[in-house]
Every structure is written in structure tokens, then in C-alpha cells.
């Protein structure tokens, strides 16, 4: 397959500067804000208790009680494990919808 043809597929360019891509269509750009959106509600799915103000705590069971959620309640451990296995994932995919290779670019 020739380059012009997997790049006009791709969703996402390796960056300029660093390691990593960027997204370069607008699918490429929905899926970073699903990835945000994904990373959002897992972090929602965490123990208020522990955030910094009481306003913080109510937006975030507000925003269990949208997801119908109100009884799930993850430690710090098993939240952070859940975002890197996310994180991971959308890098995997990145990769994949990429026009090239990655290599750090400084």
C-alpha cells in the first residue's frame, strides 16, 4: 500500500517536537475527546472523599447519579490501574490510525 493512501486514512501524525502523534481529522479529534470523556468518568467513579472541596464532591456525585453509579466507589489503586489500562489502549490505537512512525523528535 502506498504512503499517500495509508496517510489519507490515517487520524492521527506523529508530532512535530516529542514523542507521540497528534490528531490531524476530526475523527482523530473525536476520539482524544472520547478518550477525555472515557478518563472523566472513571475518575468520577473514585471516592469523593477525598476531593479537595465540598463543591468538587458534589459535582462528582452528581455526575455518579447521571451515570447510575451511586453505589460504585473505587480506591485510588484500582482507579489509577483502570486509567492507565485506558491511557494505553487509546495510545495502542493512536499507533494504529497513525500516517508513520513515532520517534522522539526534538
Known amino acids: ?15 512535530d517536537f516529542g514523542y507521540g502523534a497528534t490528531p490531524i481529522t476530526w475523527k482523530g ?10 478518563i472523566l468518568a472513571t475518575t468520577a467513579l473514585g471516592d469523593p472523599r477525598g476531593a479537595a472541596s465540598p463543591r468538587s464532591v458534589h459535582i462528582l456525585l452528581s455526575l455518579k447519579g447521571l451515570l ?3 453505589d460504585v466507589r473505587l480506591g485510588i489503586a484500582p482507579m489509577l490501574s483502570i486509567i492507565a489500562a485506558e491511557s494505553v489502549a487509546f495510545v495502542a490505537f493512536a499507533r494504529w490510525k497513525s500516517s508513520g512512525p513515532w520517534r522522539w523528535r526534538g
Open 1 to 15: 500500500m502506498s504512503d499517500e493512501r495509508s496517510a489519507g486514512r490515517a487520524w492521527f501524525r506523529p508530532k
Open 29 to 38: 479529534w473525536l476520539a482524544t475527546l472520547l478518550f477525555v470523556l472515557v
Open 68 to 70: 447510575g453509579l451511586t
